[in-house]
């Protein structure tokens, strides 16, 4: 089992900054992709961005030069720092990480969501 805990979210005035993050923990042998997704209210969810095990990123065209995501492997963490924030970036902002656990001698392969943390951006 994996549980990923985020934290970070809030109400933020439109331009205003905010950072997210993601801690994983579990029985865990190894983290590929982490990465961050959204849902608004009657939306489907969403890709914002995701970073894989090397530190290659990849950014939804409605983010890109605003968030910026990064990953601290020591703290088996993924970060999501936001910047000139939007009400359109107004969501629920989810935390998701695929790799392997081992456990029990037996490795497995592992594609997990955190609970998620709520971005408000209003005046």
């Known amino acids: 089992q994996v549980q990923l805990v985020e934290s970070g979210g809030g109400l933020v005035q439109p331009g205003g900054s905010l950072r997210l993050s993601c801690a994983a923990s579990?029985?865990?042998?190894?983290?590929?992709?982490m990465g961050w997704y959204r849902q608004a209210p009657g939306k489907q969810r969403e890709l914002v961005a995701t970073i894989t095990s090397g530190g290659n990123t990849n950014y939804a065209d409605s983010v890109k030069g605003r968030f910026t995501i990064s990953r601290d492997d020591a703290k088996i963490t993924v970060y999501l720092q936001m910047i000139s924030l939007k009400p359109e970036d107004t969501a629920v902002y989810y935390c998701?990480?695929?790799?392997?656990?081992?456990?029990?001698?037996?490795?497995?392969?592992?594609?997990?969501w955190g609970q998620g943390t709520q971005v408000t951006v209003s005046s």
């Open positions: 998701n990480a695929g790799g392997t656990l081992y456990s029990s001698s037996h490795y497995s392969t592992f594609n997990s």
């Open positions: 579990g029985s865990i042998h190894s983290i590929n992709t």
